[in-house]
């Protein structure tokens, strides 16, 4: 870890917050020898820990990284941009990002920024005068919280350095690579102890991890690492922890509907000027004037979006009569040249064919809900739902080989998107179903990247994928002749180059 990471990551735990997370953020810098005095500053300390969820899991390199790494979306090339920003986000869809990739950067320096501000709750807790409950309270979030930065960075990079401790000198920041069950047995301790510390949900939520966090992340974790009978006890728990299914697919995503009863954890955002707004139009056409989307038409939005486009081999993929299609995406109609479309309709999804004569623009419409600015949004990002649980189940009870349980779950989710029930019971084709399932229950919402690296997947989807994006854009010749060749090399992201440079670190093969 470079000394500018280390200066950064070492003061930044020193932000100040607000007791409420939700409605403020850090504004005053303290000294570590005027701070973790009391429970209420180790609180603050946590809070500057969930923050760094919006630079994570719910920011840029997120989607960057996963959905748009994956055959879910692609992204609409715009000639007038060309920056390097804008290369690095088009080179990780491309598999041809490099060590000095911003959008790998950012993740490995923002993973390690959010596990700097935990641990430092995690060394300081133990050393304050707190009550059992306090302390339960504290450092259950912080172990989950660790756990799901490094639970990230692995997936991303494979073996990365783990540090279990405040980092105070700069000889302390310069640790080798652990290797990947390394780090899988410091983020499975660490959801262990989380998993006893922390107290099942109470509803109304508040956006804080709980238990049902702490155990979700766990099986998820557990599956990753094919312990499904590990897993299914996980999931089997959560269960009875009073979630449920929210009646329409679509409401899930509304604004009233944050911390639902079908969230068991999720990023909190909030619109207004404290900087904890969310932004969805990067994921809108590139048009001077988006109003017949966002409502919003108090200036120009050109230039920003573009992004996380669902493909049409996405789309294609949706049963019939399937509510979350409708619900998940959304179609702009007009005309204009690419970079400033002039958006004539919005229309729906459904039985969808494009006019003679105009232009379309499939775009992720999940998210888009009422706000009152331009790039100020308050919607917050789902990281695990209760559907996922109900997935999951019938994942880990499938590869058990006890396929009509398995259908119990899936087909509770399907219920819910207006389908008929499956009745397949080959563990084969059943594994494939619900996979299936999974890519249209959590579309865009970064899933789909992991699931086919886990599931083995990933080489043979994305090549043909490459293809697929190739043939559909061969008469826009941006593409590079070398894009689109996945190896086993690429299934991990390099590590940056100033890490090799000032850490010494080993680079991963192929970089």
Not at 189 to 198: G, P, Q, Y
Not at 262 to 275: A, D, K, R, V
Not at 373 to 387: K, L, M
Not at 483 to 499: A, G
């Amino acid at each position: 870890m470079n000394k500018l990471y280390v200066l950064l990551i070492t003061a930044s735990i020193f932000w100040g917050c607000s007791e409420n997370f939700l409605s403020r953020t850090p504004e005053d810098s303290l000294t570590s020898g005027d701070f973790y005095k009391t429970a209420e500053q180790l609180d603050q300390a946590l809070i500057g820990a969930y923050q760094v969820l919006r630079q994570t899991k719910g920011f840029v390199n997120e989607y960057v990284m996963n959905e748009m790494r994956s055959d879910n979306t692609h992204f609409e090339y715009n000639n007038t941009q060309r920056g390097t920003y804008v290369l690095d986000m088009e080179k990780a869809d491309e598999f041809l990002d490099d060590a000095n990739s911003q959008i790998v950067i950012n993740a490995y320096y923002y993973g390690y920024l959010g596990i700097s501000r935990a641990n430092s709750v995690i060394t300081n807790a133990v050393k304050v005068e707190l009550s059992d409950a306090d302390f339960a309270r504290i450092m259950g979030q912080a172990k989950f919280l660790r756990a799901l930065f490094y639970y990230d960075l692995v997936r991303y990079f494979g073996r990365v350095p783990v540090y279990l401790k405040q980092v105070t000198s700069t000889d302390e920041a310069y640790v080798q690579r652990s290797s990947v069950e390394e780090v899988y047995n410091t983020i499975i301790d660490d959801l262990k102890d989380a998993v006893i510390k922390l107290n099942p949900p109470v509803f109304p939520q508040n956006g804080r991890a709980n238990q049902a966090s702490a155990r979700m992340l766990l099986a998820d974790v557990y599956i990753a690492l094919k312990k499904f009978q590990l897993a299914e006890n996980e999931l089997r728990i959560i269960s009875k922890m009073g979630y449920g299914l929210l009646p329409n697919y679509a409401s899930v995503f509304y604004l009233t509907n944050k911390n639902s009863v079908e969230s068991i954890f999720e990023i909190q955002y909030l619109q207004g000027n404290q900087g904890q707004q969310s932004n969805w139009y990067q994921f809108l056409p590139l048009s001077n004037d988006l109003s017949k989307i966002t409502g919003i038409t108090s200036m120009s939005a050109a230039g920003g979006g573009g992004w996380n486009v669902p493909t049409k081999k996405l789309i294609d993929s949706y049963e019939p009569n399937d509510s979350r299609l409708d619900a998940s995406i959304g179609v702009a109609e007009g005309s204009g040249v690419v970079g400033n479309m002039i958006i004539e309709n919005v229309k729906s999804i459904v039985n969808y064919t494009t006019p003679l004569g105009k232009r379309t623009y499939f775009f992720i419409k999940k998210y888009v809900q009422p706000h009152r600015e331009v790039y100020n949004c308050d919607n917050n990002f789902p990281v695990y739902r209760y559907s996922e649980v109900l997935l999951s189940l019938a994942e880990s009870l499938n590869e058990q080989d006890k396929q009509s349980e398995a259908l119990t779950y899936l087909n509770m989710v399907r219920q819910r998107a207006g389908l008929a029930n499956k009745t397949e019971t080959n563990k084969v084709l059943l594994r494939e179903i619900i996979a299936h399932e999974r890519r249209i229950e959590f579309a865009f919402e970064n899933k789909r990247w992991f699931d086919l690296l886990r599931t083995g997947k990933a080489i043979e989807v994305m090549n043909e994928n490459g293809e697929y994006i190739k043939g559909v854009h061969s008469t826009e010749a941006y593409l590079p002749s070398n894009s689109y060749n996945v190896t086993e090399q690429r299934l991990v992201f390099p590590i940056p180059y100033r890490e090799i440079q000032i850490s010494k670190l080993e680079q991963n093969p192929g970089y």
